[in-house]
């Protein structure tokens, strides 16, 4: 299983970003897939995640408003459009796909993870 993701890298304060990740088609299509990140020191944190049709989503209090996750129905590919941005929000991006059709916040209610790309957001 992979998982690709892109569309990092640096951006000042105010500034927009999106993300993309794709997974094999065989074993995201009918799973939630979502986003973390983490900082060195710290664990990784849930960012938003997104339901195997698209419709249900849920996001960190820190990204509502500014952050919008999407897919299209059962596809494997999910997005992340980063507006907005704060220094604070500088991490690595992860991707995951979810154990079943819908996730929650828990990394362990993931099976599947990407490799991260780096999100900086210079003041």
């Known amino acids: 299983v992979q998982l690709q993701a892109s569309g990092g890298g640096l951006v000042q304060a105010g500034g927009s970003l999106r993300l993309s990740c794709a997974a094999s088609?065989?074993?995201?299509?009918?799973?939630?897939m979502g986003w973390f990140r983490q900082t060195p020191g710290k664990e990784r944190e849930f960012v938003a995640v997104?339901?195997?049709?698209?419709?249900?989503?849920l996001y960190a209090d820190s990204v509502k408003g500014r952050f919008t996750i999407s897919r299209a129905y059962g596809a494997h590919v999910v997005n992340l459009q980063m507006n907005n941005l704060r220094p604070e929000d500088t991490a690595v991006y992860f991707c995951a796909v979810g154990r079943r059709a819908v996730a929650g916040q828990e990394a362990s209610e993931y099976s599947y993870w990407g490799q991260g790309t780096q999100v900086t957001v210079s003041s």
């Open positions: 088609r065989r074993t995201s299509s009918n799973n939630a």
């Open positions: 997104v339901g195997w049709n698209g419709g249900a989503t």
